[in-house]
Nanobody
């Protein structure tokens, strides 16, 4: 059974930091591209960052320079370090996985987690 379980969300003030984690199981993690997406209330889901099987990262303009995506293939875990958080970063954050980076980029990933809430207050 495939599972993606996010953790690490919470409430912080503007300028604060959070580290999100996504524990993966039930599939061959190292063969999958991974990504973080977010959806704010009343808005469409958007890509935050992705990381290819070889570790190549990619970031949305809104978070570039403030977030770092990484993966630990030995632990089957994906991370998102978020610094200098802003109120507009408030959203539910989802972990996603797909064998094809293109599908991940398009938001059509094969596997999705349940999400972890991030709230940034001013």
């Amino acid at each position: 059974q495939v599972q993606l379980v996010e953790s690490g969300g919470g409430s912080v003030q503007t300028g604060g930091s959070l580290r999100l984690s996504c524990a993966a199981s039930g599939f061959t993690y190292m063969r999958y591209a991974m990504g973080w997406f977010r959806q704010a209330q009343g808005k469409e889901r958007e890509r935050v960052a992705t990381i290819e099987r070889n570790g190549t990262p990619s970031y949305a303009d809104a978070v570039r320079g403030r977030c770092t995506i990484s993966r630990d293939n030995a632990k089957n875990t994906l991370y998102l370090q978020m610094d200098s958080l802003l109120p507009e970063d408030t959203a539910m954050y989802y972990c996603a996985a797909d064998e094809m980076i293109a599908r991940l980029w398009e938001g059509g990933a094969r596997y999705w987690g349940q999400g972890t809430q991030v709230t940034v207050s001013s």
